[in-house]
DNA sequence: TGAAAGTTGTTATACTATAACATAACAACC
DNA sequence: GGTTGTTATGTTATAGTATAACAACTTTCA
C-alpha cells in the first residue's frame, strides 16, 4: 500500500516529478543569472519531496539530518530565492511551501488543498482569475495578486469512506 | 486631514460601524445562545476599531492599555469564539483578524487587501466562489471552503500619485 | 590582484499560537 | 440555598514561524 503521507497516491514515479522540477528550475536560472546554488537545489528537492507543503524548519531538520549544520535564516533565504524566482509557491494558511507546477512565467497560482491526505494540487484557471479581477474592479480595486487557497477533499479521498 | 492609519478614508462616522457591529453580534449570540461576555465584545470592538486587519497581540497591547492584565490564551479565545460564530474572519496572509461586514450567515468571505492603506473590504460575490467551485470540480476536488485575499490598491489610493 | 557583489554562517530575537492545568463564574436542578 | 455540571477565564510555560544584524566566505569581473 503506497504511503499517502508520503507521496501522491495516484500512482506515480514521484522521483521523476523531482528530477523534472530541478532541471527546469536549473534552464530558468540559467536563462536569467539565477544562481540555483547546491544549497537552494537541495531545499528545492525537499520541497518538492513531496506533494504535500511542507514547512521551513521540516526542511532544517531534513538538511540537518543529512549532515548540514545550519540555522533558519539558511532555510528561509533558500525559500526566498526560489520564491523570488517562481519556483516554488507559500502556502499562506498553512505556513508551508509547495513546489510550482509550471515555474517560469509570472502568476500566483491557485490551490486545492486537501483536508484529508494534505496534497495540494495547482491550479491557474484563467476563468478564476477574470472573475476575482472582474469583481475587484467592480468596486474600484485594482487587483496585483491573488491568495486562492481551496479546502476539500481530493477525487481519492471523496472515494473513502468517510472515517477512513 | 484624516488619518488614514487608524480608519476608512472614505469619510465615515466609523463609531457606527462598531457600534452596529457589536449590536449584530449581540442579536446573533442571542439568536443561538452563545454567550457575549464582556471581554468577548471588547475584542470585538477592537477588532472593529478600524477596517484594518488587527493582530492578535496588537489586542493584546490595546486590552494592557486599559488596565486588563491577561496573557495570550485570553485574546487567542476570544477570538476563537468570534470565528467560531462568524463574527470576524482570519486574513490568512497577514495573521490578522477583520470584522465581518455581514455576520450571520455561513460564508468564507472574499478580502480586498489595499497594498498602501492596508484597509480591507470584505467582498462575497457568488460568481467568484462558482467560478472557483466549478474549476474545482473539473479535476474531480470537492471545494468545503475557500480562502481569497486579494492584494492591489483601493480607489482611493489607485487616486494618488505614486511616491505618497 | 583587488574591489564589488552575492552567498552563507552565526547569534540573537521578534512574532504568532497553543498546551496544560488551576480557578472562577454561571446555570439548572434538587 | 447548596450541589453539581458546564462554560469561561487566569496563569505559566512552551511550541512554531520568521527576521535582524553582523561576520566570513565565494564568485565575478575589471
Ligand atoms: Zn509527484
Ligand atoms: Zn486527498
Ligand atoms: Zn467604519
Ligand atoms: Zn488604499
Not at 44 to 69: C, D, K, M
Request: charged share 20%; glycine share 6%.
Amino acid at each position: 500500500m503506497p504511503d499517502i503521507t508520503d507521496q501522491r497516491f495516484t500512482p506515480h514515479d514521484h522521483r521523476r516529478c523531482i528530477k523534472a522540477a530541478v532541471a527546469e528550475a536549473t534552464r530558468i536560472c540559467n536563462e536569467r543569472n539565477g544562481r540555483l546554488t547546491e544549497q537552494r537545489k537541495r531545499v528545492l528537492e525537499l520541497v518538492w519531496g513531496s506533494h504535500q507543503p511542507i514547512g521551513a524548519y521540516t526542511i532544517l531538520e531534513q538538511l540537518r539530518s543529512e549532515g548540514f549544520n545550519g540555522a533558519p535564516p539558511t532555510v528561509y533565504r533558500a525559500l526566498e530565492f526560489l520564491l523570488d524566482h517562481g519556483l516554488i509557491h507559500r502556502i499562506e494558511s498553512l505556513n508551508a511551501y509547495t513546489g510550482c507546477s509550471h515555474p517560469g512565467d509570472e502568476h500566483t497560482g491557485q490551490f486545492l488543498i486537501c483536508s484529508r491526505c494534505h496534497e495540494v494540487t495547482e491550479l491557474d484557471d484563467p476563468a478564476v482569475s477574470r472573475a476575482i479581477t472582474h469583481s475587484s474592479a467592480s468596486i474600484g480595486f485594482a487587483a496585483t495578486h491573488q491568495v486562492i487557497e481551496i479546502r476539500g477533499l481530493c477525487s481519492h479521498c471523496q472515494a473513502l469512506p468517510h472515517d477512513q
